[in-house]
């Protein structure tokens, strides 16, 4: 008998790019016994016509109000009978079988209990997204002019990782979980309404097993964020950001 996987996508007024991300994830999960939810966050635009009108297979669960990303994919925890989940930004495309390769991958190495692909921008270039825990230098000082070189440090880039290797850091945007242990943990931890909770999930999976970036598949990840462009943004980073380490401890 396969395996079975689950995936949810959270969503909030993305009328202008759900399309493109669900059709490319059913394309290439048809090798899968696979269940897509869609979690729409009381959106305004119209993202939940395009999903009902377009995508009669995918189970959509619509909240009243916005209550943030790791509440919104938190909905499934219930509904879930999967061996793997996978968590996927509405601004991520698809163009291989990443997920069956991801989860063969965790089918054979018992000891991993999270895995993400190497993420891209649209041009192919590669997105050197957080590898290590947020700590002051990594996540404040490497955002000041003289001490950008940090990031480089932070996201592991200067190490030109090209083979399946052991991160603390499992990005947010894209990754496969095993589901009974994502249900354990009790998914994300809805304190956190936007930002660290990719983090703070990391830290308590990395108590159960391995998590690792595995740069043999990728995915496409148009990534806009909000959080170096206006107030809110900034506001919900660093609320998120105090919540983290009151949580797992400050460190420089």
Known sequence: MGIKVSGSIVTYNNADIISECIRSIMEYTRDLEFTLYVIDNGSTDKTVEIIQNQFEQVKLIRNEENTGFGHGHNKVLEKLCSDYHVVINPDITINQNVILDLCNYLEGHPD?????????????????????????????????????????????????????????????????????????????????????????????????????????????????????????????????????????????
Not at 170 to 184: D, H, K, N, S
Not at 205 to 222: A, C, L, N
């Open 112 to 252: 991993i209990a999270m895995i993400t692909p190497r993420i891209l921008n649209e041009d192919g270039s590669e997105q050197f997204l957080p590898k290590y825990c947020p700590t002051i230098r990594y996540v404040i000082i490497s955002k000041f002019g003289p001490f950008r070189y940090l990031r480089k440090r932070y996201t592991r880039e200067t190490e030109n990782l090209q083979k399946a290797t052991d991160v603390e850091f499992c990005t947010g945007c894209f990754f496969v979980i095993r589901t009974p242990l994502f249900q354990e943990l009790g998914g994300f931890d809805k304190r956190y309404f936007m930002y660290c909770e990719d983090a703070d999930l990391s830290r308590r999976v990395k108590e159960k097993g391995r998590i690792v970036f595995y740069p043999e598949v990728s995915v496409v990840h148009k990534w806009k964020r909000d959080n170096t462009g206006n107030i809110k943004g900034i506001t919900r980073f660093l609320s998120s950001l105090v919540k983290y380490f009151l949580r797992w401890g400050v460190k420089f």
